[in-house]
């Protein structure tokens, strides 16, 4: 009997604990970003780059760089098509570009999108 009541008052202890650290956390959660706080964040020469959708050979290449002296920061790929898939999205060696390859299943080509986030 004593082992039930003594594993029941941790339980209870650790129940009320919880609360209080959930209710902790939920005050503390940061203020919604403004969109001026966002701009103010964004790295010098920030801008979104795209290569509209064309279809090429499957497995074949599709390169996007930045434009001027800019770095990619991140990017992507889209294969669009019936039974397409993305095989690769990935920068480029040089870190100013993105490349995005891909195949559809029962087609010699594949469309193929690419983006990449570009900055001083």
Same mark, same amino acid.
């Given at each position: ?17 919880a609360c ?32 509209? +959708?064309?279809?090429?050979? +499957?497995?074949?290449?599709?390169t996007l ?25 990935f920068p ?29």
């Amino acid at each position: 009997m004593q082992s039930k009541r003594f594993l029941a008052i941790p339980l209870t202890v650790l129940a009320a604990g919880a609360c209080l650290t959930a209710t902790a956390a939920a005050s503390e959660r940061p203020a919604p970003v403004t969109a001026v706080a966002r701009h103010s964040a964004l790295p010098p020469g920030y801008q979104l780059v795209t290569l509209p +959708n064309a279809n090429v050979g +499957n497995f074949q290449r599709r390169t996007l760089y930045c434009p001027g002296t800019k770095k990619v920061l991140g990017g992507g790929a889209e294969a669009r098509g019936n039974r397409a898939i993305l095989v690769g999205s990935f920068p480029t060696d040089d870190g100013r570009g993105w490349i995005g390859i891909g195949r559809q299943d029962g087609y010699n080509d594949v469309g193929i999108s690419v983006f990449a986030i570009c900055a001083d």
